[in-house]
Nanobody, 114 residues
């Protein structure tokens, strides 16, 4: 499975971005797809994850600002990010967990300026 992430960029604090991640093959809705991020000098951390038919799971920093969604017909997972702040600056990685295998996208950079 190959994952292609896009949508990163540079925004001012308070702005919004929408990340997209397309899988090269069908990811069944029963499998997790989601997003992690990694800032310089920090460990990779979960942002949000989603399985079809279940409530999404968000990190505390993402709650109420970020929204994850999936379009299984398009093999795509999205991350709508609002009210971005400097702490959100990182490389964002999408992932898909299929059974016991985890696949990662190449990462997309998010920069937030004050």
């Amino acid at each position: 499975v190959q994952l292609q992430a896009s949508g990163g960029g540079s925004v001012q604090a308070g702005g919004s971005l929408r990340l997209s991640c397309v899988a090269s093959q069908t990811i069944g809705g029963w499998n997790n797809m989601g997003w992690y991020r990694q800032a310089p000098g920090k460990q990779r951390e979960l942002v949000a994850t989603k399985r079809s038919g279940r409530d999404p799971i968000y990190a505390s920093f993402a709650q109420d600002r970020f929204t994850i969604s999936r379009d299984n017909a398009k093999n795509t997972v999205y991350l709508q990010m609002n009210s971005l702040n400097a702490e959100d600056a990182a490389v964002y990685y999408c992932y898909a967990k299929v059974g016991t295998d985890v696949f990662w996208g190449q990462g997309t950079q998010v920069t937030v300026s004050s």
